[in-house]
C-alpha cells in the first residue's frame, strides 16, 4: 500500500481578486483548482453605497476579466479617456489620452476603466460559483507545511489538503509567503492614503485627475452615478469621485479627524478647486502605505501572486493590475508545460518568477522614486522634475511609451491572453 495521500492538482489560498482570477484563468484552460478564502460571500447590498476607492483597471486586465466572463457582471463602472497630471507648486504637468472633453471618444481612446472593489469582488465570487466546483468561502487557513513533492494545508477546522501546487493569493500580510519561510522587504512611506468617495460641483468628464502637493499626490478618480437619497433624479450625471489622498501619517490622522463639513473645505482647497466645490463626502477610509516585495515568488510546488508577491504604492493605480498580470503569465507558463506533460515543474515555475518579479521591482522602484520626487522641496529636484515632465508632455513617442506600459497589453503579448 502507498503512503503517498491524495494529492490534488492546485490549490489557491486567497480567493480575492487576483486569487479569483487565477482560479478562473485554470478553470477556462481546464484545470479546476480547489479555492479557498476567508472572506464572507458577497450579496447585491454592497450596491446600496458607495466604496470609498475604486481601482483603476487596465485594458489588459479588463480583457482577462472578458476571457473569464467577469466582466458581464459588473454591476457599475466609469470608463475614463484621459488623465491629468501636475504639481501644484508648477514645476510640470503632463496629459494622457482624450483630456478635450468636447471631442468624441471612440473605444479605441479607452485608457481604463474604474471599478469599486466590492462591486469587481461580488462578480468574481458570482463566476467563481458558477465555474468552480470546490471554492470554499469563509475558510481560514491556519497552517501549511511542505511534504517533497506536495504541500499539505490545514484549515482551523482541522480539515486538510495535500497539493502538488499551492498558490498563495492571500493579500499583504500573507500566511502563506510567512509559514513557507519567505522573507520580504518593506518600505514603509510613513504616509497614509485617505479615501472617500465625494461629489464635486463641476463633472469629471470621465478625466481621471492627479495633482501633486509639496505633502504627497491626491487623486479625484471618477465614479458611477448610483441612485441614493443625495442624488435628486434631474441632477445632471458625472459628478461623483473617489480620491485617494496621500499625506504623511500624522497629518492624515488629523484631516481623518475633521468633521465632513470640516474635510469638504479642506479637500476644496487641497485641490486648488480642480472641480469647483467638493459639496459631499461619503465612505471615508484610511490605508497605511507600505512597498513589499518578496525575496522569491516561487519554492517547489508553491507560487505567490498579487499582493503576497509585491505591494506597490497606489499613486499610479497599478497594484490589482499587475497582480492580475501575474495570474495570467503563471497559468500561461503552466498550461504550456502542461500540455507537454509536465505539471509545476520548478522550471516552470522559475519560468513565472523571471518574467514577474524583474517588472514588478521596476514598477515598485519607479513609484517609490516618483512619490519621493514629487515631495521632495528641493530647488534642483523640482527644477529637474519640471523639466523631465516637460520632455516627457512634447514627445508623442515616451508619452505613447508610458500609456503602453500602464495599459499592460505589453506583458501578456505572446501569451494565450493576447487578444489585441
Ligand atoms: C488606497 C488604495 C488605492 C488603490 N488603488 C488601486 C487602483 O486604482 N488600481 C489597482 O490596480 N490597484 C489599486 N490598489 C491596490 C489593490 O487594492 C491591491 O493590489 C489588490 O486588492 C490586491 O489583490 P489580492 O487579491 O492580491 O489581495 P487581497 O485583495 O488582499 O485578497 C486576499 C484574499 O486572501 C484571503 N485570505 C487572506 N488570508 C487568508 C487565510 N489565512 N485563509 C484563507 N484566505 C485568506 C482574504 O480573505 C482575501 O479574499 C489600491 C490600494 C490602496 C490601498
Same mark, same amino acid.
Given at each position: 500500500?502507498?503512503?503517498?495521500?491524495?494529492?490534488?492538482?492546485?490549490?489557491?489560498?486567497?480567493?480575492?481578486?487576483?486569487?479569483? %482570477?487565477?482560479?478562473?484563468? %485554470?478553470?477556462?484552460?481546464?484545470?479546476?483548482?480547489?479555492?479557498?478564502?476567508?472572506?464572507?460571500? !458577497?450579496?447585491?447590498?454592497?450596491?446600496?453605497?458607495?466604496?470609498?476607492?475604486?481601482?483603476?483597471?487596465?485594458?489588459?486586465?479588463?480583457? !482577462?476579466?472578458?476571457?473569464?466572463?467577469?466582466?458581464?457582471?459588473?454591476?457599475?463602472?466609469?470608463?475614463?479617456?484621459?488623465?491629468?497630471?501636475?504639481?501644484?507648486?508648477?514645476?510640470?504637468?503632463?496629459?494622457?489620452?482624450?483630456?478635450?472633453?468636447?471631442?468624441?471618444?471612440?473605444?479605441?481612446?479607452?485608457?481604463?476603466?474604474?471599478?469599486?472593489?466590492?462591486?469587481?469582488?461580488?462578480?468574481?465570487?458570482?463566476?467563481?460559483?458558477?465555474?468552480?466546483?470546490?471554492?470554499?468561502?469563509?475558510?481560514?487557513?491556519?497552517?501549511?507545511?511542505?511534504?517533497?513533492?506536495?504541500?499539505?494545508?490545514?484549515?482551523?477546522?482541522?480539515?486538510?489538503?495535500?497539493?502538488?501546487?499551492?498558490?498563495?493569493?492571500?493579500?499583504?500580510?500573507?500566511?502563506?509567503?510567512?509559514?513557507?519561510?519567505?522573507?520580504?522587504?518593506?518600505?514603509?512611506?510613513?504616509?497614509?492614503?485617505?479615501?472617500?468617495?465625494?461629489?464635486?460641483?463641476?463633472?469629471?468628464?470621465?478625466?481621471?485627475?492627479?495633482?501633486?502637493?509639496?505633502?504627497?499626490?491626491?487623486?479625484?478618480?471618477?465614479?458611477?452615478?448610483?441612485?441614493?437619497?443625495?442624488?435628486?433624479?434631474?441632477?445632471?450625471?458625472?459628478?461623483?469621485?473617489?480620491?485617494?489622498?496621500?499625506?504623511?501619517?500624522?497629518?492624515?490622522?488629523?484631516? &481623518?479627524?475633521?468633521?465632513?463639513?470640516?474635510?469638504?473645505?479642506?479637500?476644496?482647497?487641497?485641490?486648488?478647486?480642480?472641480?469647483?466645490?467638493?459639496?459631499?463626502?461619503?465612505?471615508?477610509?484610511?490605508?497605511?502605505?507600505?512597498?513589499?516585495?518578496?525575496?522569491?515568488?516561487? %519554492?517547489?510546488?508553491?507560487?505567490?501572486?498579487?499582493?503576497?508577491?509585491?505591494?506597490?504604492?497606489?499613486?499610479?493605480?497599478?497594484?490589482?493590475?499587475?497582480?492580475?498580470?501575474?495570474?495570467?503569465?503563471?497559468?500561461?507558463?503552466?498550461?504550456?508545460?502542461?500540455?507537454?506533460?509536465?505539471?509545476?515543474?520548478?522550471?516552470?515555475?522559475?519560468?513565472?518568477?523571471?518574467?514577474?518579479?524583474?517588472? &514588478?521591482?521596476?514598477?515598485?522602484?519607479?513609484?517609490?522614486?516618483?512619490?519621493?520626487?514629487?515631495?521632495?522641496?528641493?530647488?534642483?529636484?523640482?527644477? %529637474?522634475?519640471?523639466?523631465?515632465?516637460?520632455?516627457?508632455?512634447? &514627445?508623442?513617442?515616451?508619452? &505613447?511609451?508610458?500609456?503602453?506600459?500602464?495599459?499592460?497589453?505589453?506583458?501578456?503579448?505572446?501569451?494565450?491572453?493576447?487578444?489585441?
Amino acid at each position: 500500500m502507498s503512503d503517498q495521500p491524495q494529492l490534488e492538482q492546485v490549490v489557491i489560498i486567497g480567493g480575492g481578486l487576483v486569487g479569483g %482570477l487565477c482560479a478562473l484563468l %485554470l478553470a477556462k484552460a481546464g484545470i479546476q483548482p480547489i479555492v479557498l478564502d476567508a472572506a464572507p460571500e !458577497l450579496d447585491d447590498a454592497i450596491l446600496q453605497r458607495r466604496d470609498a476607492r475604486v481601482l483603476a483597471l487596465s485594458p489588459a486586465t479588463i480583457s !482577462l476579466l472578458q476571457q473569464t466572463e467577469v466582466w458581464p457582471h459588473i454591476q457599475r463602472k466609469a470608463d475614463y479617456y484621459g488623465m491629468q497630471v501636475w504639481s501644484r507648486d508648477g514645476y510640470g504637468s503632463l496629459e494622457f489620452g482624450k483630456t478635450d472633453s468636447t471631442a468624441p471618444c471612440t473605444p479605441q481612446d479607452l485608457l481604463g476603466s474604474m471599478v469599486e472593489p466590492s462591486v469587481l469582488g461580488l462578480a468574481i465570487q458570482q463566476e467563481l460559483k458558477a465555474q468552480i466546483t470546490q471554492y470554499h468561502t469563509q475558510v481560514r487557513v491556519q497552517r501549511i507545511e511542505p511534504f517533497g513533492q506536495y504541500w499539505q494545508i490545514t484549515l482551523c477546522d482541522g480539515q486538510q489538503f495535500n497539493t502538488a501546487l499551492l498558490i498563495g493569493a492571500d493579500g499583504a500580510n500573507s500566511l502563506v509567503r510567512k509559514m513557507a519561510g519567505i522573507g520580504v522587504d518593506v518600505l514603509d512611506y510613513q504616509q497614509t492614503a485617505i479615501s472617500c468617495a465625494i461629489k464635486t460641483e463641476k463633472p469629471h468628464q470621465q478625466i481621471a485627475r492627479q495633482v501633486f502637493l509639496p505633502t504627497g499626490p491626491l487623486a479625484f478618480l471618477p465614479m458611477t452615478d448610483i441612485a441614493t437619497t443625495h442624488l435628486n433624479k434631474n441632477e445632471a450625471a458625472g459628478h461623483w469621485q473617489s480620491v485617494v489622498w496621500t499625506l504623511p501619517e500624522q497629518d492624515a490622522e488629523e484631516l &481623518n479627524q475633521l468633521s465632513d463639513a470640516d474635510f469638504l473645505k479642506a479637500i476644496t482647497h487641497a485641490s486648488g478647486h480642480m472641480l469647483g466645490q467638493v459639496t459631499i463626502v461619503e465612505s471615508r477610509a484610511a490605508f497605511p502605505l507600505a512597498a513589499r516585495q518578496a525575496d522569491r515568488y516561487v %519554492l517547489p510546488h508553491l507560487a505567490l501572486i498579487g499582493d503576497a508577491a509585491h505591494v506597490v504604492h497606489p499613486l499610479a493605480g497599478q497594484g490589482v493590475n499587475l497582480g492580475c498580470l501575474d495570474a495570467a503569465l503563471l497559468v500561461d507558463s503552466l498550461m504550456r508545460d502542461a500540455e507537454r506533460g509536465l505539471w509545476a515543474h520548478w522550471q516552470t515555475l522559475n519560468r513565472y518568477e523571471v518574467k514577474r518579479r524583474t517588472h &514588478n521591482s521596476l514598477m515598485m522602484h519607479s513609484f517609490s522614486g516618483l512619490s519621493w520626487l514629487q515631495g521632495s522641496q528641493l530647488k534642483a529636484v523640482q527644477w %529637474l522634475r519640471s523639466e523631465g515632465m516637460h520632455v516627457v508632455a512634447n &514627445n508623442p513617442l515616451l508619452l &505613447n511609451i508610458f500609456t503602453e506600459q500602464a495599459s499592460g497589453k505589453s506583458a501578456i503579448k505572446d501569451t494565450r491572453y493576447d487578444q489585441y
